[in-house]
């Protein structure tokens, strides 16, 4: 997130930089052109134009039409004979020692043109904050991994605990992230009745997080009553439920898209905020906030599974439901507070998600591969294992974004998951037993 | 996986129990019936254009979709309804087929039919290969996790601008099957069979319907031999299918290829169908629909996938119709994006209706095989 929020302003502030026209070009007259500056590097922080870089433009057929050098202003202008397709290449050997183009692969570009309009062509200078040293780049990427690991944990602890008291794959979790973030967004632009009653009131974040938190875990312990309970009761099978875990995810996802539009949003506090520098890495304090508070939410989770009454009875269920019962644990009970557990989780989780990232309709959808991946990697019913899971594919999405293109990051962890069920299927903290 | 509901203990206090109480599967049905014959009494006497129900109503029961989701749900079949493999990525072997096709016809120039060979077989093979080697030898639930990842995978790297060249990226492919059309013998703007289809589409239907009764046709066959017997054993019963001799992992991924060339037919009749293949025509949600379509006919029946693709259709015709008539929907509740959106809300219902009250689908018997059973 950081990556790509230092890489959105150094487009915009290469844009700006960019978008004043070198005097000469006419009404009427078919030109491209744009001004080299070097970013930021002036006595007082200001850009400095470069001199003598050379831009070649050719046609689409490869002809050259003109090469441009840039003047003491960086700005060049070539004018084209008409519209149509062109490129333009610049000639890295042209720019001056220390100075490169942020991503060299786009030296040349192509863009296509109207006859008589007038086109800028961008070519950002300098280096990428992250691209400085390979050390630093990886320390920053492995601390947005973490952060986006404890989100991811935070999710699927629900998931995996439901999964090893029930046995249910239940692949409407990821709705219940998404229902966490919108409500959370609607109480903080509407206030505490969503709008319903009363005007234009609007309540802080971490009130409405607060809320949302309360009402996420009561819709998880009322789906359980509602519908899963009454399906353990008439011994539905797992596959049967399943498939209706399934239903309710595709219904609620598009319910999601039918109240809330298909556009995205982002919560009105703690929007943009300066990154505090930390040497190795920076991070803005709503980052810093989010990891400290995930830890230590994941911690008193860990320590309830370990030191409490019903902690040890949810491991208990998940670990041999039948002796458990037979034990005199209430088993029902336990499924009741892990689903209730779970779902406040799972909200929590998604107004963490939403506050780093945006909410949209699709987001925990999204999430919920992310946490099967999490969850199969740490052993699938184990809570420890959906920690630890989760925390290794959080931060292998962020680190495999050095190799490949970012749009593609969560491929990766998609394919961990493929990988990890044909070595080590019952995952890395899982016990080995027959799961065929 | 039996530890919860055994096939035996179910008849005994499961399901059959809750029907002693109130059937709500029954009055679901029966409301759902009332609906339906108020919805056919409104079109009759209000100013609705009646004659536009009944052709789109038509055009779903038998026309592209139906062929399309009902190739994918009768691969669906292979896969659950005789084997019990649970593919969630369906889509993901209908949109092999789409994107063998013009990916090899588009890109790599080569003739349309050898592409055609590409899409149903090479790449559903490789396809079943890469999701089932790691997932076959496990339980159930890993092939549904592993099947969707591969779903949203498959979305993410075919919008990839990265892979531009070989995808096209959000715009996918267009223009390859003009082979297809020049071997048509329907002239391109005539309408036919009661004016509900015009020629090229026709034509579609035409060879999606030979295409469709010929995979009932072996699949029928199949299910009947030995080979398709041992699926049968090794949906009832895993272990004692082992304990015969018989590979059952072999068997599996057998069908698992089978079931998604099936299904990678369906894909590429839609791309052909629509002269195009776009990621979006692929996602997800796609899977669904072919499982709705599966469940509603029957899981486990030859015939089941067939019908249920049909009904399903008719019905979301019959609905969307209704859903876009500015009289029938209050102004200002929904606009035309919004009905797309109601149809998944309406296919997500759909599915959790079926899968608790009716598993066995409409027509399927609970002693063949039901969603309930394992």
Known sequence: ?436 | MTDIASPISSEDDGPAAVDKGINWGRIGLGIAAALFLVMVVYATFSDMDGQGLLENTLRGLFGEQFIYFGLAALGLNIHFGYTGLLNFGQAVFMAAGAYGLSIFVVVYDWSFFSAVFMGVVVLPIVLALLLGVPTLRLRADYLAIVTIATAEMFRIIARSPRFDWLTGSSDGHGEFADRFYELSPFEPDQRYLFDLFIGNQMWVVLVGWVVLFAMVGVVYTLMRSPWGRVLKAIREDEDAARSLGKNAYFYKMQALMLGGMIGAMGGMLRAIGTQSAQPQNFITDVTFFAWVALILGGVGKTWGPVIGASLLYGLINFTDFFLRDQDFVPEGLMDGTQVGQVRFILIGVGLVLLAVFRPQGIFGSREEMALDDR
């Open chain 1, 1 to 436: 997130m950081l990556r790509r929020c230092a890489a959105f302003i150094l487009v915009v502030a290469a844009a700006l930089s960019l978008t004043p026209l070198p005097a000469g070009a006419q009404d009427g007259e078919t030109t491209v052109g744009g001004t080299v500056r070097e970013r930021g590097t002036g006595p007082d922080g200001e850009d400095v134009p470069v001199a003598g870089v050379e831009i070649t433009v050719t046609d689409a057929a490869g002809a050259t039409i003109e090469v441009a050098t840039t003047d003491e202003n960086g700005e060049w202008l070539v004018v084209l004979p008409g519209g149509g397709e062109y490129s333009t290449s610049l000639d890295q050997g042209t720019l001056p020692d220390g100075v490169s183009l942020r991503n060299a692969d786009n030296a040349v570009l192509s863009f296509e043109i109207n006859e008589g309009r007038t086109r800028n062509v961008l070519y950002p200078l300098g280096e990428l904050i992250l691209e400085e040293d390979s050390t630093i780049q990886i320390v920053q990427l492995t601390v947005d991994g973490i952060k986006l690991g404890m989100i991811i944990a935070m999710c699927a602890i629900g998931l995996s605990l439901i999964f090893g008291t029930t046995g249910l794959v239940n692949f409407a979790h990821g709705e219940m992230v998404t229902f966490g973030a919108m409500v959370a967004y609607i109480f903080s632009e509407y206030g505490l009745f969503g709008g319903l009653i009363g005007g234009d009131w609007q309540m802080h974040l971490i009130f409405g997080a607060i809320l949302t938190v309360l009402l996420t875990g009561a819709a998880g312990g009322a789906f359980n009553a509602i519908v899963w309970s009454k399906l353990r009761k008439r011994g539905s099978s797992l596959i049967s439920m399943l498939v209706v875990s399934i239903g309710f995810s595709i219904m609620f996802r598009y319910i999601f898209l039918f109240q809330f539009g298909g556009r995205v949003r982002r919560y009105r506090d703690y929007q943009l905020q300066d990154t505090i520098d930390f040497g190795w890495f920076s991070m803005t304090p709503k980052d810093i906030f989010i990891v400290v508070f995930s830890a230590v939410v994941l911690l008193t989770v860990g320590l309830a599974l370990q030191r409490t009454r019903i902690g040890k009875a949810m491991r208990a269920v998940s670990d041999n439901r039948d002796l458990a019962e037979s034990s005199g644990i209430d088993v029902e009970k336990v499924i009741r507070t892990v689903w209730i557990a779970g779902g406040a989780l799972a909200g929590m989780g998604g107004v963490l998600f939403g506050i780093t990232e945006t909410i949209g309709w699709e987001m925990g959808f999204r999430l919920l591969l992310l946490m099967f991946a999490g969850v199969t990697l740490g052993g699938l019913g184990t809570a420890y294992g959906a920690l630890f899971g989760s925390l290794i594919v959080g931060v292998f999405i962020q680190t495999s974004t050095l190799v490949i293109p970012a749009d593609m990051k969560n491929v990766g962890a998609l394919l961990v998951l493929a990988l990890i069920l044909l070595v080590r299927p019952q995952g890395l903290l899982g016990r080995a037993e027959r799961i065929g």
